[in-house]
């Protein structure tokens, strides 16, 4: 059974970081594509950034760009996202996600993900 569990989420002021993890059952990291997403109150699902299955490429949304790092470490099978100088723009749940099919791409459609997380608060305060 594939499951995601996400942590690492909390309470920072504004210029804060934090680190996300995702880790994953179920599923090799090395082998898989995965991605962060989050939901703010009222707003759809947005793309914050991917990395392909070799941990080779990564992309993010340019609002996070030289702020967030993505990363996964095989050996203990989970990804990560380092969160520095947070914003109060960057409040939100944030889900993780995972695509088992494909090549070693990085995808930032929700539709490309079949694996998904329940999600971390992150919530930023000024």
């Known amino acids: 059974q594939v499951q995601l569990v996400e942590s690492g989420g909390g309470l920072v002021q504004a210029g804060g970081s934090l680190r996300l993890s995702c880790e994953a059952t179920?599923?090799?990291?090395?082998?898989?594509?995965m991605a962060w997403f989050r939901q703010a109150p009222g707003k759809e699902r947005e793309f914050v950034s991917a990395i392909s299955r070799s941990g080779g490429f990564d992309y993010y949304v340019d609002s996070v760009k030289g702020r967030f790092t993505i990363s996964k470490d095989s050996a203990k099978n989970t990804m990560y996202l380092q969160m520095d100088s947070l914003q109060l723009g960057d409040t939100a749940i944030y889900h993780c996600a995972a695509r088992a099919a494909g090549g070693d791409y990085y995808y930032a459609r929700t539709s490309a993900y079949e694996y998904w997380g329940q999600g971390t608060q992150v919530t930023v305060s000024s």
């Open positions: 179920g599923l090799t990291t090395g082998s898989i594509a």
